[in-house]
């Protein structure tokens, strides 16, 4: 599965892509991530990507251009099967979206800046606008690098005991149950007994249980 983002800020996305699973599924030959530097993309003298918006009013509108070529350049290279806009005001980002999305091949990202994008990127080229939240964030940059990060996990054979993404809080509309680790007892706080017992079908039935009660406290939404 290949991702191309295109950005202003390349620097941005050297380290998200650069550690543990992401770099590692990159070193397995089982994603590919390349990062286009949309000034390479402005025939402009000062390589510069943005201007003021039409209409008045404050902050700087990215410029179609930059975009365009950068995008012709890629689809006529290969197919995409998405071309996703982050963005604030897009679909929020679920778990759902992200198994839908690790089936495909390529992905194209456009992350935005400033006051945004001239609207007819979006029209032209967009096919899904998306959001990590209901939050405004400086660029489009970390909501990238975190929709990479939630579809590359998915892709078989990335994480390597593959049930535990499938066992992932939400896979099931459900938030995980709590975990323990050594040491048994620490400072008299105690792992609880049903997890060291041996007991697997008690120990299924215990974390349903808990999974089933945390979700009710915390996002009864999910069993809506
Ligand atoms: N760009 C700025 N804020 C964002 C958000 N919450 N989601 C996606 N892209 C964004």
């Not at 620097?11 to 070193?27: M, N, T, V, W």
């Not at 939630?150 to 593959?162: F, K, M, N, T």
Request: glycine residues 8%; proline residues 5%; hydrophobic residues 40%.
């Amino acid at each position: 599965m290949r991702f191309d983002i295109l950005t202003v800020l390349p620097g941005l996305l050297e380290s998200p892509f650069a550690h543990s699973i992401l770099h590692r599924a990159q070193k397995k030959g089982l994603t590919e991530i390349h990062v286009h530097n949309l000034r390479d993309y402005s025939s402009n003298k000062h390589k510069s990507v943005d201007d003021y918006p039409y209409g008045g009013g404050s902050g700087m509108v990215m410029m179609i251009e930059p975009f365009a070529v950068c995008i012709e350049k890629l689809k006529a290279e290969r197919e995409y099967d998405e071309i996703i806009f982050m963005t604030p005001d897009g679909v929020t980002l679920n778990q759902g979206l992200a198994n839908q999305l690790s089936s495909v091949k390529n992905i194209m990202i456009l992350c935005g800046h400033y006051k945004g994008i001239d609207q007819r990127v979006r029209d032209l080229y967009v096919t899904r606008e998306m959001s990590i939240g209901d939050y405004v964030l400086s660029g489009g940059e970390l909501p990238a690098a975190i929709l990479v990060d939630a579809i590359v996990r998915l892709i078989p054979g990335v994480l390597s005991d593959e049930t535990s993404a499938l066992s992932d809080s939400f896979q099931d509309d459900m938030l995980d149950a709590p975990v323990y680790t050594r040491p048994a007892d620490w400072k008299g706080h105690k792992v609880p007994d049903i997890l060291l017992s041996g007991n697997t079908p008690e120990i299924e039935k215990w974390r349903f249980e808990q999974a089933m009660e945390r979700t009710k406290a915390r996002r009864p939404d999910l069993l809506e």
